[in-house]
């Protein structure tokens, strides 16, 4: 994608319900992509496998970021083959995307390939023992610098251990 003959740097996506695949494998093909941040964004088969093939080809992205994106089983499946190969990103960011403790511990636990991450976001979602333990993992393992659990959905008595 070219704006007054510049490459993009930086896709961001808002308030989309999937048919976002061409976008996508546009901005991915430039090779100078190094950001991608997609907000309330219903993930379909198309724009997951688009993703998913830009992260595992694309070796200049250093940042994904999803916030409030619905991603199903299918989606994040497709996502998590494009996270477990990329081994270029140094922020990832699933925020407030409604994901239950052994989703997320799975979507972390693609990242262990990735020795450059320097930054992980999981704030709203749930995260406990699975995911703490994912994440206790990605802290032991990588060169994680900054690390956020902000908002975490907890229960009445329940409290992150």
Do not use: P
């Amino acid at each position: 994608l070219q704006c007054d003959g510049r490459s993009w740097e930086r896709i961001e996506i808002e308030h989309a319900g999937g048919e976002i695949d061409v976008i996508v494998a546009i901005a991915m093909s430039t090779g100078r992509l190094k950001a991608c941040w997609f907000s309330d964004v219903e993930f379909n088969l198309a724009s997951s496998q688009a993703l998913a093939t830009g992260l595992k080809y694309n070796r200049s992205v250093k940042e994904l970021r999803l916030r409030r994106c619905r991603i199903d089983n299918a989606t994040g499946e497709i996502i998590r083959e494009g996270l477990r190969v990329n081994t270029t990103l140094e922020s990832v960011s699933f925020e407030h995307c409604g994901l239950l403790d052994e989703e997320l511990a799975t979507l972390l636990s693609c990242l262990r390939q990735c020795s450059t991450i320097n930054k992980i976001s999981v704030e709203g979602n749930i995260c406990r023992d699975r995911g703490l333990h994912e994440l206790d993992g990605l802290l032991r393992e990588l060169n994680v610098q900054s690390l956020s659990l902000h908002h975490q959905r907890l229960e009445d008595n329940e409290r992150l251990r």
